[in-house]
């Protein structure tokens, strides 16, 4: 079992995790930093191996890219961070209180307009998509994805909450657990999707701190 002083480093267990056997999953000890680098062949397969588990659609000029530049080097780029792409839009819908083609993000929604919620619904995931096909051979989306996936919610009220609280995700997705967990804790989406919203004192509700756990 690893103690709470463990050093758990992503770059360093990538390093190692291809020496693996793909029939057998690693235990725990394998992901400290008492294991060896890994020191074999690196090769258009196991490139693509790597590839394939931490980002999107690579291809097969990024492979052999990556082959060129060596291990150590696509460890390095993995975890560089692409700047993120210009907030959501107001793609169609003339009826928005913003211009079609500019960022919602900062605007109130209006409730009683179902095609409003629906527009900005799918202006979010459009944006949201775009985000994976667009960047670099990052790792970045996955632990997004990872985190969103933990961090579960379905829409809510507003697609601002909906958008900040992706943003949570992402700015901490290669950050600090303890600060991820605490930002989400009291991100508007969450409070109002758990019922942190109706927490208190006199009546606690167990919901977030249940999934939590």
Do not use: C
């Amino acid at each position: 079992m690893l103690s709470h002083n463990t050093s758990l480093s992503r770059r360093r267990f990538l390093k190692t995790a291809n020496n693996i056997p793909t029939n057998k999953q690693p235990s725990v000890a394998a992901v400290n930093d008492t294991i060896d680098p890994y020191e074999g062949e690196w090769t258009f397969a196991t490139a693509n191996h790597l590839l394939r588990r931490t980002t999107f659609g690579a291809n097969f000029k990024d492979i052999q890219k990556v082959v060129d530049a060596g291990l150590e080097a696509t460890i390095n780029n993995l975890f560089k961070i692409d700047p993120i792409s210009a907030e959501p839009i107001n793609y169609y819908l003339p009826t928005d209180s913003v211009a079609i083609g500019e960022s919602w993000v900062n605007k109130e929604l209006d409730r009683t307009i179902d095609e409003l919620r629906i527009s900005r619904e799918r202006s979010f995931i459009s944006w949201s998509n775009n985000q994976i096909y667009t960047s670099s051979l990052t790792i970045l989306e996955k632990l997004s994805l990872f985190w969103q996936n933990h961090f579960a919610l379905e829409s809510v009220f507003d697609s601002r909450a909906t958008y900040d609280y992706h943003e949570i995700i992402r700015t901490h997705a290669l950050g600090n657990f303890k600060q991820l967990i605490k930002d989400i804790t009291i991100d508007p989406a969450m409070l109002l999707f758990l019922n942190g919203a109706s927490n208190n004192v006199f009546s606690p509700n167990e919901n977030f701190s249940r999934e939590l756990l």
